[in-house]
């Protein structure tokens, strides 16, 4: 009797359940992509961990190369595959273009004006144009390119100050404020932040605080009602900085207007061109967009590069022969000694490939900058449901060993032969992602990047502090707005 009962319990329990998930089913009437089980209220959030992007890329090995996953109130989409980001950032592109944006950005109304997290609408089409013909076209580089190289001359010349002082450089901070003289100057024509003395920093340390509040995890972009609340102070923090760096630029539009009336003035550079478009047309480009562009400049070019610098120090200080072969390359087409110019990269293939082979396993940004749909769409035979966040894990596809031999091991020499380029056409490697959303700033990273890395390795000889054996570099990761690395690199430079 009692059996019995049992049984009949059991039967209407499975009757519920199948009743409950079927009515679910029919509600949505696509499936989902699969994805971990969600916890009441949290979701996902606790398998994230403090490095969410290797994370990930373990869960999509279970579930596979597109998942859906419930980040708190947030539905997330994350793609860890070339052929489904060929899918979502090529071929489905305009339904995946907008941005799902961190409430820190919304401080000061930034969103609402910036390239970087405006939807696609007109605004955004304009300031993606003004940005392609007057700052990043190849006639615009090549126009200011000698004042990048001063910059270039000044990085060296610290390396040969700590050289003769018997010090270590820390790469990171050097390339964070060369990175940082390198944007300024390009827009600017000047110096925001002096380079490598301690009494001008307030610029850098600006750059620097927005970096690391970004990249804090903030409870408001899981429970978005908490919004006003504002738990973490982040909001507020952001909103401080954001005001501070906005005075900033405002002071140096000031100062340019007042050197524009006088009549010995050139009026040739990239601030020059957004005045007089701003002058010329009110309604493209005003005065609050100029400050809050250089913003966005800044904030997604200095880390980006200067990360990307220490990631390719890194992996040959703990690969001396691959940087023995960079030296003789350098020797061989420039001549020891002698500072890398942006018209010798053309000539330096290993170069080149020393530095996709870097943004290969240390992309800067490991899920791009979030997307989002604003609709139900369709992939692949799944339902991305409106408002979800869209994240492609480019760091999991970089590690693919279905499509990269040997994924783990730093080898330039793969892309010698190979036709595999960082300009969003090849789906293995789109470190700066693809489609209308692809970075724009990609031809002066690509020009820094090698010039920088080029110019370091050619005037010096590197040695790790503490006489650390190559095959001990401590090469962990730290995970933040940008991926870095948890211990800085520390490095002897020897002038050659
Ligand atoms: C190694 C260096 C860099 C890397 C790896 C990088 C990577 C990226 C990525 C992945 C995106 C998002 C693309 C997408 O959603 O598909 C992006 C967007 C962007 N990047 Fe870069 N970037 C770098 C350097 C720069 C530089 C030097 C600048 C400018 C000075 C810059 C300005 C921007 C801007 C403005 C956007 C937003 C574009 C939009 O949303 O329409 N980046 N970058
Ligand atoms: C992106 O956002 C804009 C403005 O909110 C909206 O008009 C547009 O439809 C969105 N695009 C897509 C593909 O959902
Ligand atoms: C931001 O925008 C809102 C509404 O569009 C406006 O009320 C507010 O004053 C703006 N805040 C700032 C700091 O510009
Ligand atoms: C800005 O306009 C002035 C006056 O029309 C012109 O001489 C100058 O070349 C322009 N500058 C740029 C960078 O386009």
Not at 142 to 148: C, E, Y
């Amino acid at each position: 009797m009692e059996n019995v009962t049992i049984l009949l319990g059991l039967l209407f329990i499975w009757i519920l359940v199948y009743g409950v998930m079927s009515l679910g089913r029919s509600k949505n009437k696509k499936r989902l992509a699969p994805g971990p089980f969600p916890l009441p209220i949290i979701g996902n959030l606790h398998l994230l961990g403090d490095k969410p992007h290797i994370s990930l890329a373990k869960l999509s090995k279970i579930h596979g190369p597109i998942m859906n996953l419930k980040l708190g109130q947030i539905n997330t989409v994350v793609i860890s595959s070339s052929v489904l980001a060929r899918e979502v950032m090529q071929k489905r592109d305009l339904a995946f273009a907008n941005r799902s944006v961190a409430d820190a950005l919304r401080a000061r109304n930034h969103s609402d004006f910036s390239v970087v997290f405006l939807p696609v609408n007109s605004r955004w089409r304009t300031l993606r144009k003004i940005m392609n013909s007057n700052i990043f076209s190849g006639n615009k580089l090549d126009a200011n390119q000698h004042l990048r190289t001063k910059k270039i001359q000044e990085l060296v010349d610290h390396c040969h100050k700590s050289a003769k002082n018997g010090e270590t450089v820390d790469i990171g901070r050097a390339a964070f404020r060369t990175s940082l003289n390198l944007l300024s100057n390009t827009i600017f024509s000047k110096d925001l932040s002096d380079p490598f003395s301690d009494s001008a920093k307030e610029f850098k340390d600006l750059v620097w605080s927005i970096m690391v509040e970004a990249g804090k995890p903030n409870l408001v972009d899981y429970f978005p009602f908490l919004v006003k609340i504002d738990p973490q102070g982040i909001r507020r923090r952001m909103t401080d900085h954001f005001t501070k760096i906005l005075d900033l630029m405002s002071g140096l539009i000031d100062e340019r207007l007042k050197e524009r009336k006088l009549r010995n003035h050139a009026n040739v550079d990239v601030l020059d061109a957004l005045l007089n478009i701003s002058h010329d047309s009110p309604e493209e480009l005003d005065r609050n967009l100029i400050e809050q562009m250089c913003l966005d400049l800044f904030a997604a070019g200095t880390d980006t590069t200067s990360n990307t610098l220490e990631w390719a120090m890194a992996e040959l200080l703990q690969n001396p022969h691959i940087l023995e072969k960079a030296q003789e390359e350098l020797a061989q087409m420039i001549g020891r000694g002698k500072l890398v110019d942006e018209a010798d990269i053309a000539q330096l293939p290993y170069l080149r490939c020393i530095v996709k082979e870097t943004l290969r396993i240390h992309p800067a940004l490991p899920f791009l900058i979030p997307r989002k749909v604003e609709e139900d769409v369709e992939l692949c035979g799944y339902i991305v449901p409106k408002d979800s966040q869209v994240l492609v894990n480019v760091w999991a596809i970089g590690r693919d060993s279905g499509l990269w031999e040997n994924p783990l091991v730093f080898k330039p020499e793969r892309f010698l032969e190979s036709e595999i380029d960082v300009r969003g056409q090849d789906f293995e490697l789109i470190p700066f992602g693809a489609g209308r959303r692809i970075c724009p700033g990609l031809p002066l990273a690509i020009r820094m990047i090698p010039v920088a890395l080029g110019s370091l390795l050619n005037t010096f000889n590197w040695k790790l502090q503490g006489g650390i054996a190559p095959k001990d570099l401590d090469m962990e990761e730290k995970f933040g707005i940008t991926l870095g690395k948890a211990q800085p690199l520390l490095a002897t430079p020897i002038p050659l």
